[in-house]
């Protein structure tokens, strides 16, 4: 069954959240360019998401993937996205540390999954199944990372 033009608004939303990450990841990289590993790694993660919810068009409309109603809500998500705006549009402007950085990442990063954003396609395909648990496993090692970073920025700071 073809997904109805408010599932299509969703994963539209869900694009647009997605590149207004690589923007903000773009940002921090500019503004922490010594940690450009960690910056250059979540930009090429969520380029790769993008671009796999692109491909996914012909199988959403063949009703080999569906999209899940409860996944996540617009609005919660529009809401998100304004308070991402407005702290990147604060970050040109106001200094901030690259702890203050991360740690707003990491809120962002943990957020993703308690908002159940690896929720909105279904699909019993074994390929599919294969591809999102790689990016859910990638999205884990990233977070891992983020944590990580964060705990020796902290460690050192003793």
């Not at 063949?62 to 996540?72: R, T």
């Not at 705006?85 to 740690?103: A, E, H």
């Not at 809120?107 to 591809?131: A, L, R, Y």
């Not at 648990?133 to 700071?157: D, G, R």
Request: zero cysteines; glycine letters at 2%; proline letters at 3%.
């Amino acid at each position: 069954m073809k997904p109805s033009s408010f599932q299509m608004h969703k994963v539209d939303v869900l694009l647009e959240y997605k590149e207004l990450l690589t923007q903000l990841y773009q940002l921090l990289n500019r503004r922490f360019p010594e940690y450009s590993n960690i910056w250059q790694k979540l930009f090429t993660e969520k380029r790769s998401h993008i671009r796999w919810v692109k491909n996914l068009q012909p199988k959403l409309d063949a009703g080999i993937i569906s999209i899940n109603q409860n996944s996540f809500k617009v609005e919660a998500m529009r809401f998100l996205m304004q308070s991402i705006q407005t702290k990147m549009d604060d970050l040109k402007s106001n200094p901030i540390t690259f702890l203050q950085g991360i740690i707003f990442v990491r809120d962002i990063e943990d957020g993703m999954v308690e908002k159940n954003f690896f929720t909105i396609f279904q699909s019993d395909s074994p390929e599919f199944k294969e591809k999102k648990l790689k990016l859910e496993l990638e999205h884990q090692n990233n977070a891992k990372m983020i944590k990580s970073t964060i705990s020796n920025i902290n460690n050192s700071q003793r």
